[in-house]
């Protein structure tokens, strides 16, 4: 494998910068402060477990909206700008675009993140909580929000390899929704007398990424474990998925006329 | 257009911004006026299915029940100072909260508290042993969860049997504290005497930080206090008749009768009051409150 979907991966990362994609951390850095000083005086019993659940939920949501609207874009603008034409006269394979395209992404949303957990350490001392063994918990919730992140922009990048942005945006958000309800879905099929719904409700279950299963944000707010199997299940799960459509993406991409 | 008529929009544009926003503040506030009272007047919680919430929260709802119990706590708060206070939506902010989130224990333990207490909260001990309870169920062997169970039964219920069951559970639980078993077993000989109340109250007093209860404790315990100390200034008063034929008429001629020593006050520092009949009151001018038994029953459960 060539070095040209790094040197990609690094120009996305930049051109993300360029784009002041990270302002978004100003914003969530007033957000932690303001919550750290509200909180105590218009609440009880839930200073340390307001900044925990509100610092995870803001860097999943800030996270799910820079995958969702720069991951449609990703093939999208370079098409619309022309630029896509002059790499691709380089020594470059659509599907080495595309990976780079991704990990490039992969790496903004990752630094964001970084940023973020230090934001939200800070904020939880700030409170005057001592760290403890059990935060461990928030780590790994902040790495399953990053699994899902992926998960999520390989989705985009799926969709924008044949789709506009807007409906690249829609197809996405409604698998993310449709994902975290998979087990409801299943559980509705599961009530109805119709073996064609069962059979339709099960193969949707398995087909769509079970989003909940990286949703951790309760259960390290309160501090309690999360089981290691429940990591690399999670972790191969994430990637295999991801790996599935980058494939597929690649394959579509291919194909693609871009005359 | 020229460079200086550029500057001279630009300067109207700097003045003319604050300008408009402080109309706009003035012009908001006379529209808040008009409508606050109207707001005011009616409650809403748009939303009362917990399930349906737990849904629209789309995997946050942890976030969200932080938000509900905050909104339970401000609820709470802000109707405090109303007068035949009411809390309607108090039940249904406890109950989004603590689906949203079932191991959210401020709102079981405080909101308990709000839920039960007949002067400052909405008098329904029977919701908030059903709280409770459901705290317990969704936090196994958290021993706090049935203390709090154990003092609701006891003081709100004057259910000794289940109050005793109540503490017993929670010295059982792994990390549950020999306190427990002993106020157990102390629920079961004496029920409700004076002493075991200034346990409890201590108890709670001593495991909460929240100024609030902390206050209300300390208030119940000097109220507890004076009770204690009217019974044993009327038993000198009897005994005072018994030796002299009349009740005496002044707290000096109990002294003189070394009956008293000094002149007994309440925990405030106010003397207490010898009435015509023998029987000591507290001082009209004291902040001290004798603990009322609880006079309405427990309506039933709400849906």
Redesign the interface.
């Known amino acids: 494998m060539s070095a040209m979907p790094g040197v990609v991966a690094i120009n996305t990362f930049r051109e993300a910068v360029r784009d002041r994609v990270l302002y978004n951390l100003v914003f969530f850095a007033l957000l932690m402060i303001g919550a750290a000083i509200i909180v105590g005086q218009i609440s009880i019993g839930i200073e340390r477990l307001v900044i925990v659940n509100l610092g995870l939920t803001a860097i999943s949501i800030f996270g799910l909206v820079m995958a969702i609207f720069i991951g449609v874009g990703l093939v999208y603008k370079e098409i619309e700008k022309r630029t896509l034409y002059s790499l691709l006269s380089k020594p470059i394979r659509r599907w080495e675009f595309l990976v780079g395209k991704y990990a490039g992404l992969i790496l903004t949303l990752v630094i964001n993140t970084a940023f973020m957990t230090a934001g939200l350490a800070v904020a939880l001392f700030y409170v005057g909580r001592p760290f403890v063994r059990s935060d461990a918990s928030i780590l790994i919730a902040i790495y399953f929000i990053l699994l899902a992140l992926a998960l999520v922009t390989a989705i985009a990048l799926f969709f924008s390899c044949f789709s506009s942005p807007m409906l690249s945006t829609l197809f996405t958000l409604a698998i993310y929704v449709t994902g975290l309800f998979a087990a409801d879905i299943r559980d509705f099929g599961a009530l109805t007398h119709s073996s064609f719904i069962k059979t339709a409700t099960s193969v949707l279950y398995y087909l769509v990424p079970n989003f909940h299963d990286f949703n951790s944000i309760a259960v390290a707010a309160h501090g309690e474990s999360i089981p290691f199997a429940l990591v690399w299940q999670n972790t191969l799960y994430a990637l295999m998925y991801i790996a599935l459509l980058l494939v597929a993406s690649s394959a579509i991409f291919s194909r693609r006329n871009l005359k | 257009m020229s460079n200086a008529g550029q500057k001279r929009s630009l300067w109207l544009a700097l003045a003319a911004i604050p300008l408009l926003f402080a109309a706009l503040f003035f012009l908001q506030a006379r529209i808040d006026a008009r409508t606050r009272t109207e707001a005011q007047a009616k409650e809403e919680l748009l939303l009362r299915s917990p399930a349906a919430i737990e ?1 629209m929260s ?6 969200l029940a ?1 938000i509900y ?2 909104r339970a ?2 609820y709470y708060g802000g109707k405090l100072a109303d007068e035949n206070v009411h809390f309607p939506l108090l039940w249904p902010l406890l109950d989004i909260s603590t689906t949203l ?1 079932p ?4 709102a079981y ?2 909101g308990a508290m709000f839920l039960s207490e007949p002067r400052v909260g909405a008098n329904r001990p029977d919701l908030a042993v059903k709280l409770i309870k459901r705290g317990i169920a969704a936090n196994p062997g958290n021993w706090r969860l049935d203390a709090d169970l154990g003092f609701l039964y006891y003081w709100y219920l004057r259910d000794y049997g289940d109050a005793a069951a109540a503490y017993l559970a929670g010295s059982n639980t792994p990390q549950g504290p020999a306190w427990m078993k002993f106020m157990a077993a102390r629920l079961d000989q004496k029920g409700g005497s004076l002493e075991t109340s200034r346990m409890i109250w201590t108890q709670v007093y001593e495991s909460n930080s ?1 100024p609030k209860i902390r206050k209300l404790a300390l208030n119940t315990l000097k109220g507890l206090k004076a009770e204690q100390d009217e019974r044993e200034l009327d038993t000198a008063a009897s005994e005072y008749r018994q030796r002299f034929g009349h009740y005496p008429a002044s707290v000096a001629e109990m002294r003189g009768a070394a009956l008293l020593h000094g002149v007994p006050v309440d925990p405030d520092g106010y003397p207490y009051v010898l009435g015509p009949d023998g029987q000591f009151e507290l001082n009209p001018h004291s902040s001290v409150a004798i603990p009322q038994e609880p006079k309405t029953p427990p309506r039933p459960a709400a849906k």
């Open positions: 849904k789309l995997g946050y709802n942890s976030l932080d119990w905050t706590v401000q989130d191991k959210l224990l401020a333990h405080f929240d």
